[in-house]
């Protein structure tokens, strides 16, 4: 299994991250040797640095934590392989370009039966590695270029937000499906089942979620392994397990939580009708049309 962390926030933040601290929150058993990748969101692209080599190990690392990246949008990812060997395509995030924007991934499970499913046959994205989370989100792309049709303009949240659902719920059926996914305006997160240090048993949470609004002049959130800082923010975080003393929100099994500038923008329980929020971006844009009025 692997770590996941994805933030949104609303305005630019400085995120600086340790992974090997993040692996730690997380372990069971040895260490997450097999790969880690980082991808900041600058615009419409994607600054994304990842590795191959051990989190431990990586001078890549030392230096993500001497810089103090600032960003609105930040999807991480530590990787022990269940599938595909040790190798920079292997390493996750993955990103790709649709309809002029990067699109990044990152997944935590196991899907031994993807290659041969009916439902999951890939067209114009297909893999660069081995691993099934690759796959998976090459998949996802085929189905988001039905709606992601016209360069460098975005479709409408609930047209995006319907493909990842009914991609999530064809994923669930083949294995444990935590996933991060992000167009550049919104991160949608997936939580379903994963296995836990304590108990030793693949079961529900897969995620963990923590909003906080952080006013300015007092101290962003700060973790063993990760800093926030900026002013007047507000931040929602996903990860595998908690990493703070404060009390995170564990997903609902099969759960999808969609979040702009910080925002929730919509959330669906598994088998019931997903509950929308007023969404940021729409708002900001009526508040700006009527100042001009």
Request: aromatic share 8%; hydrophobic share 40%; with cysteine.
């Amino acid at each position: 299994m692997c770590e996941l962390l994805g933030l949104s926030s609303n305005v630019p933040a400085t995120v600086n991250v340790s992974l090997p601290k993040l692996a730690e929150h997380g372990r069971i058993s040895g260490t997450y040797n097999d790969g880690w990748g980082v991808g900041y969101y600058e615009g419409a692209d994607v600054r994304l640095m990842k590795d191959s080599a051990a989190v431990g190990d990586s001078e890549w690392i030392q230096f993500i934590a001497s810089h103090d990246l600032r960003s609105q949008l930040v999807i991480a990812h530590t990787r022990k392989a269940t599938r595909g060997t040790r190798s920079y395509p292997n390493a996750q995030p993955f990103v790709r370009e649709l309809a002029g924007r990067a699109h990044l991934f990152a997944h935590n499970g196991d899907l031994p039966g993807i290659f041969k499913s009916n439902m999951f046959q890939t067209d114009r994205f297909n893999p660069i590695g081995e691993t099934d989370s690759e796959f998976a989100f090459c998949v996802l792309l085929d189905q988001m270029a039905a709606v992601w049709t016209v360069p460098g303009a975005t479709p409408t949240f609930r047209e995006r937000f319907s493909v990842v659902s009914s991609f999530a719920d064809e994923l669930r059926k083949l294995g444990p499906a935590n996933f991060l996914y992000c167009d550049g305006d919104t991160l949608f997160a997936h939580g379903h089942r994963r296995k836990h240090a304590e108990t030793g048993r693949i079961e529900a949470p897969g995620l963990v979620l923590l909003q906080q609004h952080c006013q300015s002049g007092q101290q962003g959130i700060v973790a063993d392994g990760l800093s926030i800082r900026s002013d007047d923010q507000l931040v929602t975080l996903f990860a595998s397990v908690p990493l703070t003393s404060e009390r995170w929100e564990p997903l609902a099994e099969g759960e999808l939580v969609a979040v702009s500038h910080g925002q929730f923008a919509a959330r669906q329980m598994a088998g019931e009708s997903p509950v929308f929020y007023e969404h940021p971006a729409a708002s900001e844009a009526a508040a700006r049309i009527s100042s001009i009025l």
